[in-house]
């Protein structure tokens, strides 16, 4: 099922097939949209960023963040992001991969609450490694921040 949610100037999208693919791209995957769910933020009829969740296997789900700019990712939004995958998928753990070489992006994991569970070896096209990250819900700080223009369907009839 698809819908946006407008709050002032942004807007989330989920399940919007071209921001999965816009995701996907960004991090080198491919977003199916029979068997993947995504969220996109959008400013002022921009795609600025967004999460793809893949892979479900009941107790775990892969995860795939990427943006166009700074500050994309408020916290109202990875609170959504983490509440869906925590809370109302019951997950125990977020899986995610991040080139060894993609400092950045390993600094907002790790800022996140990301650790690195595994290092794949020559895995990628140019030889790389691939980081294998992890976040338990214990870790998912992003659970306590009292969102302000959203809240969990869990409980709600």
């Not at 967004?50 to 479900?56: E, H, N, R």
């Not at 509440?83 to 109302?88: L, V």
Request: glycine share 10%; hydrophobic share 50%.
């Amino acid at each position: 099922m698809r819908f946006t949610i407008v709050v002032m100037a942004a807007e989330i999208r989920i399940n919007d097939p071209v921001d999965g693919e816009w995701v996907a791209m960004r991090v080198g995957t491919v977003f199916n949209d029979k068997l993947d769910h995504c969220i996109g933020v959008h400013w002022h009829g921009r795609m600025k960023g967004g999460v793809v969740f893949s892979g479900y296997v009941g107790a775990a789900i892969m995860v795939h963040m990427a943006g166009d700019e700074s500050n994309w990712a408020t916290r109202d939004f990875l609170w959504m992001v983490f509440d869906y995958a925590f809370n109302q998928l019951g997950v125990r753990k977020l899986l995610g991969t991040v080139a060894a070489t993609n400092t950045r992006a390993l600094a907002i994991d790790l800022r996140m609450g990301f650790h690195i569970e595994a290092r794949l070896r020559d895995v990628l096209p140019d030889g790389g490694d691939l980081l294998v990250l992890v976040m338990d819900r214990a870790d998912a700080k992003w659970l306590r921040v009292k969102p302000r223009n959203y809240r969990s369907l869990i409980g709600v009839s």
